[in-house]
C-alpha cells in the first residue's frame, strides 16, 4: 500500500516537475508498442477499453539503461495496481482485472518517478489475460423505447478526452423500410441510459451512399431518421450508442456520426458491436471520413487481424467500395457539408461475429491531423421468429 502511495504521489508530482503533458495513445489487447523514456519525458500514458472482468497482462521490457515500473490508472485516474521495480534492461509484468467496462491507463515509466535517473527504450505488450466472454446470442437483441420494442442493429463505443464543450451529433437514416431509434448509454458516476426517435431537424437532409443516387428526408419521411445531439460528451467517460430499427422493421441504414478529432500523432479507439440478429447474415461497412476543414489523411486499423486500410477502394482495401462521391448534407445547427474523397478509409466487417471488435483510427503517416466523422452503413434482415 506504502508503494502505492508513493507511485501515486509520484505520478501526480511528474507534470509540475519533469513532464507538462503526458503521452497519451490507445492501445489494444495484442498490441506490442515501443517507446522511449528520457530526462524530460519520464512516463507514457497508453490507454485501453476493457471491459468488466478484463484481465490486463502487460509486459514492459526495457533496454539501455532504463529501470522499469509500469503501473494501472483507474478511469477516474487512481493507481490500481503497479508492477514490482524492474532493474536496468529487466522486464516487469503486471496483471490487473477490470472492475468496470470502461477506459483504463497503463502508466509506462522508470523506478523513482521524477527521482529516479534511468533512461531508455522499452517495448510494452499488452493481450487479454483470459478469454473474452462469448456474449449471449440474445443479448440486446430488443429493448423497450417508449412504447414500443426496438432492434439493435448495431452498436458503437468510445470514451472522449478531457476536453471541453465536446459535442457529438449523431444521425441514421433507414431505407427500405428500416425505421431508426437511437439509444444514448454512458458512465460517469452512475449509468444513464435512453433512447431517441427524433427527426425534427432532419427535413430537407439529403444522403449519398457509394454507388448510389442521392436520397432526400421530407417532412413526410422523417419516420426514415432519427437524430440525436450529445453535449458534454468530455464527462460522460464511457459513450455507447445502439443503432436499432423500431419495431424490428427490416432495412438498410446509415449512421453519420460527427465530432471526432485527431491530433498529430494521435490514435482514437472505438469498438463496433453488429446487433446478434444482423451479425448472422450481413456485414457491416465502418468509414472514416475527413470534414471539410481537415488536414486528415484517414487510417483503419483492425488490430485482431492486423488489416488495416488508408484508403477505400485502393491499396488491398479494393473489397470496400470507396466514399468518393458520397456525403452528406445536414441541416441541424445551420448546416452542415460532409463529402467524401478518394482518402477517406473504409472496412468491412463480415458477417458471423456477434462479437465487440476494436477498431483503432489514425492517419496513414501519423503527421496528418483534423476532424472525421464515422459513417457505418448496415441491415437489419427480417426476424424469422
Not at 437532409?205 to 458534454?232: V, Y
Amino acid at each position: 500500500m506504502r508503494q502505492l502511495l508513493l507511485l501515486l504521489i509520484v505520478l501526480l508530482a511528474v507534470p509540475a516537475l519533469a513532464q507538462d503533458v503526458p503521452t497519451v495513445t490507445s492501445i489494444s489487447y495484442g498490441s506490442t508498442v515501443e517507446d522511449t523514456i528520457t530526462e524530460a519525458a519520464i512516463f507514457d500514458w497508453w490507454q485501453v477499453q476493457a471491459a468488466e472482468g478484463d484481465q490486463l497482462a502487460i509486459e514492459m521490457a526495457a533496454s539501455g539503461g532504463l529501470e522499469p515500473l509500469v503501473a494501472v490508472l483507474s478511469p477516474g485516474g487512481d493507481v490500481v495496481a503497479r508492477s514490482n521495480d524492474g532493474s536496468a534492461g529487466a522486464t516487469v509484468s503486471l496483471n490487473y482485472t477490470a472492475q468496470a467496462s470502461a477506459l483504463y491507463t497503463i502508466v509506462a515509466t522508470r523506478v523513482g518517478g521524477a527521482d529516479g535517473t534511468s533512461t531508455g527504450t522499452y517495448t510494452l505488450r499488452l493481450r487479454r489475460g483470459n478469454p473474452a466472454p462469448r456474449p449471449d446470442t440474445y443479448q440486446d437483441v430488443t429493448f423497450r423505447c417508449h412504447d414500443f420494442e426496438a432492434t439493435t442493429a448495431a452498436t458503437i463505443s468510445f470514451a472522449e478526452d478531457a476536453k471541453t464543450d465536446l459535442r457529438h451529433r449523431v444521425t441514421v437514416y433507414g431505407m427500405d423500410g428500416f425505421k431508426p431509434v437511437i439509444r444514448l448509454t454512458f458512465s460517469a458516476s452512475d449509468t444513464f441510459s435512453d433512447c431517441n426517435v427524433d427527426a425534427e431537424h432532419t427535413t430537407d437532409d439529403t444522403f449519398t451512399l457509394p454507388g448510389e443516387p442521392p436520397r432526400t428526408i421530407t417532412a413526410d419521411t422523417r419516420d426514415n431518421a432519427s437524430q440525436l445531439i450529445i453535449s458534454g460528451a468530455e464527462n460522460m467517460r464511457l459513450i455507447t450508442l445502439t443503432i436499432a430499427s423500431r419495431d424490428g422493421q427490416p432495412g438498410r441504414y446509415v449512421a453519420v456520426i460527427e465530432g471526432f478529432t485527431l491530433e498529430r500523432g494521435d490514435r482514437d479507439a472505438v469498438e463496433v458491436r453488429v446487433g446478434p440478429l444482423a451479425a448472422e447474415t450481413t456485414a457491416l461497412t465502418v468509414y472514416m471520413v475527413g470534414t471539410a476543414s481537415s488536414r486528415l489523411d484517414p487510417l483503419i486499423y483492425l488490430p485482431a487481424s492486423d488489416q488495416s486500410c488508408d484508403d477505400a477502394g485502393r491499396r488491398g482495401c479494393e473489397d470496400v467500395p470507396s466514399f468518393t462521391g458520397a456525403g452528406f448534407t445536414l441541416h441541424e445547427s445551420g448546416g452542415t457539408t460532409i463529402t467524401g474523397d478518394r482518402n477517406d478509409a473504409g472496412i468491412m466487417l463480415a458477417p458471423g461475429n456477434p462479437d465487440p471488435i476494436t477498431l483503432e483510427l489514425g492517419s496513414r503517416n501519423g503527421e496528418t491531423y483534423g476532424d472525421y466523422a464515422l459513417v457505418l452503413i448496415g441491415e437489419l434482415p427480417l426476424s424469422e421468429g
